[in-house]
Protein backbone atom coordinates (compact mmCIF):
# COMPACT_ATOMS: atom_id res chain seq x y z
CA UNK A 1 0.00 0.00 0.00
CA UNK A 2 2.46 2.52 0.74
CA UNK A 3 4.63 1.37 -2.60
CA UNK A 4 1.41 2.13 -4.29
CA UNK A 5 0.71 5.80 -2.54
CA UNK A 6 4.26 6.63 -3.45
CA UNK A 7 4.18 5.54 -7.06
CA UNK A 8 0.65 7.38 -7.55
CA UNK A 9 1.90 10.54 -6.19
CA UNK A 10 5.00 10.14 -8.57
CA UNK A 11 2.40 9.63 -11.62
CA UNK A 12 0.43 12.62 -10.28
CA UNK A 13 4.03 14.83 -10.51
CA UNK A 14 5.13 13.60 -13.88
CA UNK A 15 1.90 14.54 -15.12
CA UNK A 16 1.60 18.43 -13.42
CA UNK A 17 5.29 18.76 -14.76
CA UNK A 18 4.40 17.37 -18.45
CA UNK A 19 1.05 19.82 -18.16
CA UNK A 20 3.46 22.84 -17.13
CA UNK A 21 2.04 26.05 -18.16
CA UNK A 22 4.20 27.64 -20.88
CA UNK A 23 1.98 30.99 -21.24
CA UNK A 24 -1.68 32.29 -22.27
CA UNK A 25 -3.54 32.94 -25.37
CA UNK A 26 -6.60 35.38 -26.24
CA UNK A 27 -8.21 36.72 -29.15
CA UNK A 28 -10.81 39.14 -29.68
CA UNK A 29 -13.20 36.75 -30.92
CA UNK A 30 -13.03 32.52 -30.75
CA UNK A 31 -9.91 30.22 -32.03
CA UNK A 32 -9.48 27.03 -31.01
CA UNK A 33 -6.32 25.32 -28.98
CA UNK A 34 -5.92 21.39 -29.70
CA UNK A 35 -9.20 21.19 -31.28
CA UNK A 36 -11.09 22.96 -28.79
CA UNK A 37 -12.98 26.32 -29.65
CA UNK A 38 -12.01 28.84 -26.85
CA UNK A 39 -13.75 32.46 -26.54
CA UNK A 40 -11.52 34.96 -25.17
CA UNK A 41 -8.84 33.83 -23.48
CA UNK A 42 -6.82 30.25 -22.80
CA UNK A 43 -4.12 28.50 -21.15
CA UNK A 44 -0.87 27.79 -23.21
CA UNK A 45 0.75 24.32 -22.87
CA UNK A 46 3.82 23.14 -24.48
CA UNK A 47 2.95 21.67 -28.18
CA UNK A 48 -0.18 23.31 -28.27
CA UNK A 49 -1.69 23.83 -31.67
CA UNK A 50 -3.41 27.15 -32.23
CA UNK A 51 -5.92 27.89 -34.80
CA UNK A 52 -7.18 30.93 -35.59
CA UNK A 53 -10.64 31.89 -37.87
CA UNK A 54 -11.52 35.49 -38.63
CA UNK A 55 -9.67 37.03 -35.82
CA UNK A 56 -6.28 37.35 -34.59
CA UNK A 57 -4.68 35.91 -31.56
CA UNK A 58 -2.00 37.07 -29.09
CA UNK A 59 0.50 34.03 -27.43
CA UNK A 60 1.98 35.91 -23.97
CA UNK A 61 4.25 33.75 -23.37
CA UNK A 62 6.05 33.49 -19.63
CA UNK A 63 9.65 34.27 -20.47
CA UNK A 64 8.44 37.47 -22.04
CA UNK A 65 8.08 36.58 -25.29
CA UNK A 66 4.95 38.00 -27.58
CA UNK A 67 3.88 36.00 -30.59
CA UNK A 68 0.51 36.89 -32.59
CA UNK A 69 -1.33 35.28 -34.64
CA UNK A 70 -2.93 36.46 -38.15
CA UNK A 71 -6.71 35.30 -38.64
CA UNK A 72 -6.69 32.11 -40.59
CA UNK A 73 -2.91 30.66 -39.10
CA UNK A 74 -2.31 27.99 -37.82
CA UNK A 75 0.62 27.26 -35.52
CA UNK A 76 2.07 24.44 -32.52
CA UNK A 77 4.22 26.71 -30.26
CA UNK A 78 6.28 25.40 -27.66
CA UNK A 79 8.36 27.51 -24.70
CA UNK A 80 11.35 28.03 -27.21
CA UNK A 81 9.50 28.27 -30.73
CA UNK A 82 6.30 28.48 -32.98
CA UNK A 83 6.32 26.18 -35.86
CA UNK A 84 3.90 28.15 -38.27
CA UNK A 85 2.33 25.44 -39.94
CA UNK A 86 -0.50 27.96 -42.36
CA UNK A 87 -0.76 31.91 -42.15
CA UNK A 88 1.16 34.55 -40.53
CA UNK A 89 3.32 34.76 -37.11
CA UNK A 90 4.75 37.90 -35.41
CA UNK A 91 7.30 37.63 -32.90
CA UNK A 92 8.33 40.73 -30.36
CA UNK A 93 11.21 40.20 -28.50
CA UNK A 94 12.03 42.72 -25.28
CA UNK A 95 14.34 40.67 -23.27
CA UNK A 96 17.91 40.81 -24.79
CA UNK A 97 18.59 37.24 -23.33
CA UNK A 98 15.73 36.02 -25.12
CA UNK A 99 16.97 37.10 -28.81
CA UNK A 100 18.17 34.25 -29.93
CA UNK A 101 16.55 31.90 -27.59
CA UNK A 102 13.25 31.72 -29.39
CA UNK A 103 12.26 31.17 -33.28
CA UNK A 104 9.77 30.80 -35.81
CA UNK A 105 10.14 27.75 -37.71
CA UNK A 106 8.43 27.82 -41.31
CA UNK A 107 9.02 25.23 -43.87
CA UNK A 108 12.05 23.86 -42.78
CA UNK A 109 13.77 27.63 -42.19
CA UNK A 110 14.30 28.70 -38.53
CA UNK A 111 13.76 32.49 -38.37
CA UNK A 112 15.53 34.22 -35.48
CA UNK A 113 15.10 37.69 -34.06
CA UNK A 114 18.58 39.27 -33.91
CA UNK A 115 18.52 41.65 -31.12
CA UNK A 116 15.96 42.90 -28.28
CA UNK A 117 13.49 44.70 -29.46
CA UNK A 118 13.43 43.30 -32.85
CA UNK A 119 9.52 42.48 -34.21
CA UNK A 120 10.01 39.89 -36.92
CA UNK A 121 6.89 38.61 -39.32
CA UNK A 122 6.60 35.40 -41.18
CA UNK A 123 4.34 34.51 -43.29
CA UNK A 124 3.43 30.68 -45.09
CA UNK A 125 1.88 30.64 -48.02
CA UNK A 126 3.23 29.34 -51.57
CA UNK A 127 6.11 30.66 -50.24
CA UNK A 128 7.96 32.29 -46.86
CA UNK A 129 8.26 36.01 -46.70
CA UNK A 130 9.90 37.33 -43.57
CA UNK A 131 9.72 40.72 -43.31
CA UNK A 132 12.07 42.21 -39.99
CA UNK A 133 9.46 44.81 -39.00
CA UNK A 134 11.94 46.56 -35.61
CA UNK A 135 15.54 45.07 -35.60
CA UNK A 136 16.71 42.51 -37.46
CA UNK A 137 16.57 38.44 -38.34
CA UNK A 138 18.35 35.68 -39.10
CA UNK A 139 17.45 32.88 -41.34
CA UNK A 140 19.09 29.69 -41.27
CA UNK A 141 18.12 26.67 -43.53
CA UNK A 142 17.43 23.02 -42.42
CA UNK A 143 21.26 22.80 -42.53
CA UNK A 144 22.02 25.08 -40.03
CA UNK A 145 23.35 27.41 -42.99
CA UNK A 146 22.58 31.25 -42.96
CA UNK A 147 20.69 31.73 -45.30
CA UNK A 148 19.25 35.45 -44.78
CA UNK A 149 20.48 38.32 -42.18
CA UNK A 150 17.78 41.28 -42.96
CA UNK A 151 18.10 44.56 -41.34
CA UNK A 152 15.14 46.57 -40.12
CA UNK A 153 12.40 47.26 -42.48
CA UNK A 154 13.98 44.86 -45.37
CA UNK A 155 12.24 41.71 -46.53
CA UNK A 156 13.22 38.31 -48.23
CA UNK A 157 11.29 35.77 -50.06
CA UNK A 158 11.86 31.52 -49.94
CA UNK A 159 11.06 28.86 -51.65
CA UNK A 160 9.21 26.25 -49.62
CA UNK A 161 11.44 23.28 -51.50
CA UNK A 162 14.67 25.02 -50.97
CA UNK A 163 15.05 24.49 -47.30
CA UNK A 164 18.10 22.01 -47.57
CA UNK A 165 20.31 23.67 -50.40
CA UNK A 166 18.40 27.66 -51.12
CA UNK A 167 18.19 29.01 -54.23
CA UNK A 168 19.20 32.69 -54.15
CA UNK A 169 19.43 35.74 -57.13
CA UNK A 170 21.12 38.58 -56.18
CA UNK A 171 21.02 41.19 -58.80
CA UNK A 172 23.85 43.71 -57.86
CA UNK A 173 27.77 44.67 -58.66
CA UNK A 174 30.00 42.16 -59.25
CA UNK A 175 33.27 43.25 -58.01
CA UNK A 176 36.82 41.64 -57.15
CA UNK A 177 38.42 41.40 -53.71
CA UNK A 178 41.08 40.04 -52.89
CA UNK A 179 41.29 37.95 -56.15
CA UNK A 180 37.59 36.91 -55.51
CA UNK A 181 34.43 37.69 -56.61
CA UNK A 182 31.89 39.36 -54.27
CA UNK A 183 28.27 40.91 -54.98
CA UNK A 184 26.29 43.05 -52.53
CA UNK A 185 22.49 42.93 -52.04
CA UNK A 186 20.35 46.33 -52.42
CA UNK A 187 18.08 45.96 -49.32
CA UNK A 188 20.21 44.39 -46.75
CA UNK A 189 23.52 45.84 -47.90
CA UNK A 190 25.03 42.00 -47.05
CA UNK A 191 27.71 40.66 -49.43
CA UNK A 192 28.28 37.32 -50.66
CA UNK A 193 31.59 35.57 -51.86
CA UNK A 194 30.97 34.66 -55.70
CA UNK A 195 31.48 31.15 -57.15
CA UNK A 196 30.56 30.17 -60.50
CA UNK A 197 31.09 29.94 -63.99
CA UNK A 198 33.83 31.67 -66.11
CA UNK A 199 31.58 34.15 -67.76
CA UNK A 200 31.15 35.93 -64.11
CA UNK A 201 34.63 37.51 -64.18
CA UNK A 202 33.96 39.23 -67.24
CA UNK A 203 31.20 41.21 -65.52
CA UNK A 204 33.23 42.64 -62.93
CA UNK A 205 32.70 46.09 -62.77
CA UNK A 206 28.92 45.58 -63.75
CA UNK A 207 25.65 45.29 -62.66
CA UNK A 208 24.23 41.69 -62.98
CA UNK A 209 21.82 38.96 -61.79
CA UNK A 210 23.21 35.95 -60.58
CA UNK A 211 21.44 32.49 -59.55
CA UNK A 212 23.03 29.84 -57.39
CA UNK A 213 22.30 27.67 -54.48
CA UNK A 214 24.00 28.64 -50.88
CA UNK A 215 27.39 26.68 -50.07
CA UNK A 216 28.02 25.05 -47.09
CA UNK A 217 31.77 26.23 -47.41
CA UNK A 218 32.94 28.97 -45.16
CA UNK A 219 33.67 32.02 -47.16
CA UNK A 220 37.15 33.60 -47.30
CA UNK A 221 36.65 37.27 -47.42
CA UNK A 222 35.73 38.13 -44.22
CA UNK A 223 33.15 40.38 -45.24
CA UNK A 224 31.18 38.13 -46.96
CA UNK A 225 28.05 36.36 -45.04
CA UNK A 226 28.00 33.07 -47.29
CA UNK A 227 29.66 31.82 -50.46
CA UNK A 228 26.82 31.24 -53.15
CA UNK A 229 27.74 28.56 -55.86
CA UNK A 230 26.21 30.77 -58.93
CA UNK A 231 24.83 28.59 -62.00
CA UNK A 232 23.87 31.79 -64.27
CA UNK A 233 24.97 34.73 -64.86
CA UNK A 234 22.68 38.06 -66.69
CA UNK A 235 23.87 41.31 -67.12
CA UNK A 236 21.75 44.14 -66.46
CA UNK A 237 23.82 47.38 -67.42
CA UNK A 238 27.15 48.46 -67.60
CA UNK A 239 29.38 50.23 -65.15
CA UNK A 240 28.20 52.50 -62.07
CA UNK A 241 30.15 50.24 -59.72
CA UNK A 242 33.04 52.83 -58.27
CA UNK A 243 31.46 53.84 -55.49
CA UNK A 244 30.48 50.74 -53.85
CA UNK A 245 33.73 49.40 -54.67
CA UNK A 246 35.32 51.96 -52.72
CA UNK A 247 33.42 51.65 -49.50
CA UNK A 248 34.11 48.09 -49.97
CA UNK A 249 38.09 48.34 -50.41
CA UNK A 250 36.85 45.83 -54.01
CA UNK A 251 37.86 46.28 -57.66
CA UNK A 252 35.46 47.35 -60.28
CA UNK A 253 38.14 46.99 -62.94
CA UNK A 254 37.30 43.71 -65.42
CA UNK A 255 41.02 43.80 -66.36
CA UNK A 256 41.98 43.03 -62.86
CA UNK A 257 39.77 40.24 -62.88
CA UNK A 258 42.02 38.22 -65.46
CA UNK A 259 44.55 36.96 -62.68
CA UNK A 260 42.41 36.48 -59.81
CA UNK A 261 43.47 33.43 -57.94
CA UNK A 262 42.44 29.70 -59.21
CA UNK A 263 39.01 28.37 -59.10
CA UNK A 264 38.23 25.44 -56.31
CA UNK A 265 38.57 22.29 -56.56
CA UNK A 266 35.68 20.71 -58.91
CA UNK A 267 35.04 24.59 -60.38
CA UNK A 268 35.70 26.00 -63.66
CA UNK A 269 38.42 27.85 -64.26
CA UNK A 270 37.63 31.43 -64.93
CA UNK A 271 38.13 33.32 -68.22
CA UNK A 272 39.87 36.32 -68.96
CA UNK A 273 37.05 39.51 -69.36
CA UNK A 274 35.71 40.00 -72.73
CA UNK A 275 37.48 42.53 -74.24
CA UNK A 276 35.82 46.55 -74.22
CA UNK A 277 34.89 46.04 -70.83
CA UNK A 278 33.66 48.87 -68.82
CA UNK A 279 35.37 50.21 -65.68
CA UNK A 280 32.92 52.10 -64.76
CA UNK A 281 29.52 50.49 -62.90
CA UNK A 282 26.34 51.28 -61.64
CA UNK A 283 25.21 52.25 -57.98
CA UNK A 284 24.40 49.71 -55.57
CA UNK A 285 20.79 49.99 -56.54
CA UNK A 286 21.30 45.69 -56.37
CA UNK A 287 17.88 44.41 -56.23
CA UNK A 288 18.39 40.71 -54.04
CA UNK A 289 15.44 38.23 -53.43
CA UNK A 290 15.04 34.81 -52.72
CA UNK A 291 13.89 32.99 -55.54
CA UNK A 292 9.97 31.84 -54.91
CA UNK A 293 8.83 28.96 -55.99
CA UNK A 294 5.65 30.27 -57.04
CA UNK A 295 5.23 33.39 -59.00
CA UNK A 296 3.70 35.83 -57.16
CA UNK A 297 1.46 35.16 -54.10
CA UNK A 298 1.46 37.49 -50.81
CA UNK A 299 0.81 36.46 -47.02
CA UNK A 300 -2.34 34.54 -46.97
CA UNK A 301 -4.63 35.66 -44.05
CA UNK A 302 -1.95 38.07 -42.80
CA UNK A 303 -2.25 40.47 -39.40
CA UNK A 304 -0.74 43.34 -41.85
CA UNK A 305 0.99 42.97 -45.59
CA UNK A 306 4.86 42.92 -45.37
CA UNK A 307 6.66 45.90 -45.31
CA UNK A 308 8.58 46.89 -49.02
CA UNK A 309 12.73 45.92 -48.85
CA UNK A 310 14.70 48.90 -47.56
CA UNK A 311 16.33 51.20 -50.36
CA UNK A 312 20.03 51.15 -50.49
CA UNK A 313 21.51 54.99 -49.62
CA UNK A 314 24.83 53.94 -51.28
CA UNK A 315 25.38 55.87 -54.54
Known amino acids: MRVHTVVSACLVCAASAAAASIGTVAASGHFSVGGTTVWGNSTLFDGARIETSDASSELRLDNGVRVQLGADSRARVWADHLVLEKGVGQMGIQNAGRAGAFWISAGGYAVHAAEAGSRVRVGLGSEIEIAALAGGARVNAANGTLVASIVPGASAKIALQSAQAPTVQHTGCLLLKEGRLIQQDEDTQQVYEINGPSDLRANVGNRVLTTGRVSSAKPVIQI ?89 TSQ
Open 224 to 312: AMAVIDVSTVSPRSQGGCLSVASALDAQANPASAATGPAAPAGQQAPAAPASGGSGTGLSTGAKVGIIAAVAGGGIAGGVLALSGGKKS
